[in-house]
């Protein structure tokens, strides 16, 4: 089983669409990073947090640490947002290198 | 400021050659890490480095070694080239001692072996 789970693995939204992406996970973390892997391959961090909420512009990104849960949100949608976004998570006692990455969720958005 | 920077882009390889991929970064981060990136799976880690002079394992380090003799610079070498090592690798760092602190990624280098 493996230990970062995303869902869905694939969304296609329609422009202003509000998107929701999940991630749960089986271990015992110290922080979760959201990360965005662009078509042409590069990946930018979006957010790393260990409890709450964090907001940035149209992103918004949550943690349930009892739960093991966290969601990326993304609204009013825009066919620049296509990409795939990555869950990672930093185990208890891990360092900063050593995060446990799920396999993406492929978004695309239509105009 | 140029973040990190990976070398070359792109590069093939006959099975048994060796070769080093470059990362440098300039943010005097402490924290740098090679992943490779595979169709299907998420990154996986291969090596990594806490600061100058010290590095460890990953979860796939078989045919790879790292050194990191400046907090600059952290280049991974597959000392002889293997099909199985086709992949996209990708080279992060980060401040290690902010615990707040996003992973700085490079654009990767696409690796094949024929």
């Known amino acids: 089983k493996n230990e970062v789970e995303q869902s869905p693995q694939n969304l296609t939204a329609q422009e202003g669409e509000f998107i929701t992406i999940n991630c749960s996970y089986s271990?015992?973390?110290?922080?979760l990073h959201w990360l965005q892997q662009h078509p042409g391959g590069g990946i930018v961090s979006l957010f790393m947090l260990s409890s709450g909420k964090k907001k940035h512009g149209r992103l918004i990104a949550t943690i349930n640490i009892q739960e093991k849960h966290s969601s990326l949100h993304i609204t009013a949608s825009h066919p620049r947002d296509s990409a795939v976004y990555i869950c990672a998570v930093r185990p208890w006692g891990g360092s900063q290198g050593n995060l446990i990455f799920g396999k993406g969720t492929k978004l695309s958005v239509k105009p | 400021n140029a973040g990190v920077t990976q070398t070359p882009k792109f590069q093939v390889l006959k099975t048994g050659q060796s070769m080093t991929l470059q990362c440098a970064q300039d943010m005097n981060h402490e924290y740098m890490s090679w992943y490779r990136q595979d169709p299907g799976m998420g990154l996986r880690l291969i090596h990594y480095?806490?600061?100058?002079?010290?590095?460890d394992q990953g979860e796939v380090p078989n045919g790879y070694n790292v050194s990191r003799s400046t907090t600059e610079d952290f280049p991974l070498r597959l000392l002889s080239a293997a099909p199985s090592q086709t992949s996209v690798y990708f080279c992060?760092?980060?401040?290690?001692?902010?615990?707040?602190?996003?992973?700085?990624f490079g654009n990767g280098t696409r690796l094949t072996v024929t």
């Open positions: 271990v015992g973390i110290s922080a």
């Open positions: 992060a760092s980060s401040n290690g001692q902010t615990y707040n602190s996003p992973l700085h």
């Open positions: 480095s806490v600061g100058a002079g010290i590095t």
